[in-house]
């Protein structure tokens, strides 16, 4: 972790300290805390609130009625002393029923007896009653500035009309009295509730920070960043692959090798257009060292290693990088490597051939000589002939000479077949057709070198585009590997029939560059392999 601090402070100024990310959370959740148990006492006062005016709204009816069914009230309430004889029927009123104010009201709204003197005379606060209709009501009114919950009831004629209004109100509770009113168990509850979440809040706090290794936002932040950096400019190509077989990180190199776009990123590998070795490579789970596999557009050197966290495997991470380059020149290695031998091969014979000559002539005898002299020439033609009749090409036929006297060094006969016909290439396809056919041809004598009759078949033709046939006399190719023999390469030749590192990757690659095909099958008249390659030709070549 340490590190990781280390590499933070080296690619970007020391931020400024601002509060953990824990301290942070802790807040918020204190925060989250308070606003609920702020809306708990809300919808606790809200339930008071409307309790109260239901019930105190059909209390203060009910006064307001006893009042106006009082025979004394409807006795005395045209009396010129209504105000002082009636006073104590309002005062009762308000004592039996603890509401803050009784009045008996005047048909005109005029306040005509109080249980507050001091409003005798004063226009009555009626609010939205529509107690002047007949009918009782009860409702919100405000009453010298304080909100109430009041019951009218009208004291009606025997014809029917209101002679006045019996107003009985009651001042709506306090906040805390409110609170107070919903009961010890409330204030119980919403205590407990704040003890826990401060306690969960903690807990969550310590658990973040944890699992964060400690590390504040700005740090996290440059962390992502510096990832997001480095992986996406590093020049190899990075694929990650989680225990499911899901993509998890695809770096931009590995975007161009791969053929693959972003979006691939979250989505399995089977369902991703790759080439089945490299899909294959990609969801083999075990660690291994540098492979090559071969695409239809590149040769990709891979490398697989399993991913752990806290000692549990969570996927796998492969690198890659191209080795098209790479092989090629391996390839030309190989080419020179051939040529070199085949030059040591004829100084070689023709240093046994000059011992033979000198010997002849110790001798005297001049006849044997000037008969093996013409003998070798004779053969030498043959050859060069057998080739030349044919192919046209010079690169290509200087190429199947020399193989053919390598191929007999080591023991392998080398036959071009008579049907074989080939015109001049241009240099361009004629490297590619030479790299093509080296590598068949070596790949064969490997295989067929030191069995019985030991022979290779070479078929160019050149009717429809280039098709270049290499069968042999060595054990074949399997069909279970007669695919992956063109896309897997290995560093050192493997123990797999006909592998020989990278070669016939080249052999595939080269011939899809053209649009072409490589296969192989089995050969009817060697017994061995058949390898067919067809590159077609250009319309202008």
């Given at each position: 972790?340490?590190?990781?601090?280390?590499?933070?402070?080296?690619?970007?100024?020391?931020?400024?300290?601002?509060?953990?990310?824990?301290?942070?959370?802790?807040?918020?959740?204190?925060?989250?805390?308070?606003?609920?148990?702020?809306?708990?006492?809300?919808?606790?006062?809200?339930?008071?609130?409307?309790?109260?005016?239901?019930?105190?709204?059909?209390?203060?009816?009910?006064?307001?009625?006893?009042?106006?069914?009082?025979?004394?009230?409807?006795?005395?309430?045209?009396?010129?002393?209504?105000?002082?004889?009636?006073?104590?029927?309002?005062?009762?009123?308000?004592?039996?029923?603890?509401?803050?104010?009784?009045?008996?009201?005047?048909?005109?709204?005029?306040?005509?007896?109080?249980?507050?003197?001091?409003?005798?005379?004063?226009?009555?606060?009626?609010?939205?009653?529509?107690?002047?209709?007949?009918?009782?009501?009860?409702?919100?009114?405000?009453?010298?500035?304080?909100?109430?919950?009041?019951?009218?009831?009208?004291?009606?004629?025997?014809?029917?009309?209101?002679?006045?209004?019996?107003?009985?109100?009651?001042?709506?509770?306090?906040?805390?009295?409110?609170?107070?009113?919903?009961?010890?168990?409330?204030?119980?509850?919403?205590?407990?509730?704040?003890?826990?979440?401060?306690?969960?809040?903690?807990?969550?706090?310590?658990?973040?920070?944890?699992?964060?290794?400690?590390?504040?936002?700005?740090?996290?932040?440059?962390?992502?960043?510096?990832?997001?950096?480095?992986?996406?400019?590093?020049?190899?190509?990075?694929?990650?692959?989680?225990?499911?077989?899901?993509?998890?990180?695809?770096?931009?190199?590995?975007?161009?090798?791969?053929?693959?776009?972003?979006?691939?990123?979250?989505?399995?590998?089977?369902?991703?257009?790759?080439?089945?070795?490299?899909?294959?490579?990609?969801?083999?789970?075990?660690?291994?060292?540098?492979?090559?596999?071969?695409?239809?557009?590149?040769?990709?050197?891979?490398?697989?290693?399993?991913?752990?966290?806290?000692?549990?495997?969570?996927?796998?991470?492969?690198?890659?990088?191209?080795?098209?380059?790479?092989?090629?020149?391996?390839?030309?290695?190989?080419?020179?490597?051939?040529?070199?031998?085949?030059?040591?091969?004829?100084?070689?014979?023709?240093?046994?051939?000059?011992?033979?000559?000198?010997?002849?002539?110790?001798?005297?005898?001049?006849?044997?000589?000037?008969?093996?002299?013409?003998?070798?020439t004779r053969r030498r033609a043959e050859i060069s002939d057998a080739v030349t009749q044919r192919i046209s090409d010079p690169a290509v036929a200087a190429l199947l000479i020399a193989k053919t006297s390598l191929a007999?060094?080591?023991?392998?006969?080398?036959?071009?077949?008579?049907?074989?016909?080939?015109?001049?290439?241009?240099?361009?396809?004629?490297?590619?057709?030479?790299?093509?056919?080296?590598?068949?041809?070596?790949?064969?004598?490997?295989?067929?070198?030191?069995?019985?009759?030991?022979?290779?078949?070479?078929?160019?033709?050149?009717?429809?585009?280039?098709?270049?046939?290499?069968?042999?006399?060595?054990?074949?190719?399997?069909?279970?590997?007669?695919?992956?023999?063109?896309?897997?390469?290995?560093?050192?030749?493997?123990?797999?029939?006909?592998?020989?590192?990278?070669?016939?990757?080249?052999?595939?690659?080269?011939?899809?560059?053209?649009?072409?095909?490589?296969?192989?099958?089995?050969?009817?008249?060697?017994?061995?392999?058949?390898?067919?390659?067809?590159?077609?030709?250009?319309?202008?070549?």
């Amino acid at each position: 972790m340490s590190t990781k601090r280390n590499l933070s402070s080296l690619w970007s100024p020391r931020p400024l300290r601002i509060r953990s990310l824990a301290g942070q959370v802790l807040l918020l959740q204190l925060a989250v805390v308070a606003v609920v148990l702020l809306a708990g006492a809300a919808v606790s006062v809200h339930q008071s609130t409307v309790g109260f005016r239901d019930l105190q709204g059909q209390r203060m009816i009910a006064v307001a009625e006893n009042v106006a069914s009082t025979p004394v009230v409807r006795e005395l309430l045209s009396a010129p002393s209504a105000g002082t004889v009636l006073a104590p029927e309002v005062d009762r009123a308000v004592n039996l029923s603890g509401a803050t104010l009784a009045e008996i009201v005047t048909a005109d709204g005029t306040v005509l007896v109080s249980s507050d003197p001091t409003r005798l005379g004063a226009a009555a606060e009626l609010g939205a009653s529509d107690v002047a209709s007949g009918r009782a009501w009860s409702g919100d009114v405000v009453v010298d500035g304080r909100r109430a919950i009041a019951g009218h009831v009208p004291i009606l004629s025997p014809a029917g009309s209101v002679l006045a209004i019996v107003a009985v109100s009651d001042d709506y509770p306090s906040l805390w009295d409110l609170l107070s009113s919903a009961g010890a168990r409330l204030l119980l509850y919403l205590g407990i509730g704040a003890g826990l979440g401060l306690l969960g809040s903690w807990l969550l706090s310590r658990r973040i920070k944890t699992h964060t290794r400690g590390l504040e936002i700005a740090e996290i932040a440059n962390l992502a960043d510096h990832r997001e950096a480095l992986l996406h400019n590093i020049r190899e190509g990075v694929v990650a692959v989680n225990t499911e077989g899901v993509i998890t990180v695809l770096n931009d190199s590995a975007q161009e090798l791969l053929d693959l776009t972003a979006d691939a990123v979250g989505r399995r590998v089977d369902d991703v257009d790759l080439e089945p070795a490299v899909r294959q490579y990609l969801l083999s789970g075990d660690d291994s060292g540098d492979v090559v596999l071969s695409t239809a557009s590149r040769v990709l050197a891979l490398s697989r290693r399993t991913a752990t966290s806290r000692g549990q495997r969570i996927g796998t991470v492969t690198t890659m990088r191209d080795s098209t380059e790479l092989a090629s020149l391996q390839s030309q290695l190989s080419s020179h490597k051939s040529v070199t031998d085949t030059l040591r091969a004829q100084t070689h014979e023709f240093a046994n051939q000059l011992h033979t000559i000198s010997g002849l002539t110790q001798l005297g005898d001049y006849d044997a000589v000037t008969d093996f002299v013409g003998t070798l020439t004779r053969r030498r033609a043959e050859i060069s002939d057998a080739v030349t009749q044919r192919i046209s090409d010079p690169a290509v036929a200087a190429l199947l000479i020399a193989k053919t006297s390598l191929a007999a060094e080591t023991g392998v006969t080398l036959v071009l077949e008579p049907d074989s016909r080939l015109r001049a290439l241009d240099p361009e396809l004629a490297t590619d057709v030479i790299t093509v056919l080296g590598n068949l041809v070596d790949n064969a004598v490997d295989v067929s070198q030191g069995g019985r009759d030991a022979r290779i078949s070479v078929r160019i033709t050149d009717s429809d585009g280039i098709t270049v046939e290499v069968a042999d006399s060595g054990p074949g190719v399997p069909d279970s590997l007669r695919e992956e023999i063109f896309a897997r390469g290995v560093t050192s030749k493997p123990d797999t029939p006909g592998g020989r590192g990278v070669g016939l990757a080249l052999v595939r690659l080269v011939s899809a560059q053209h649009g072409g095909s490589a296969t192989v099958s089995d050969a009817p008249v060697t017994g061995g392999a058949l390898f067919t390659v067809h590159i077609p030709r250009s319309k202008d070549g």
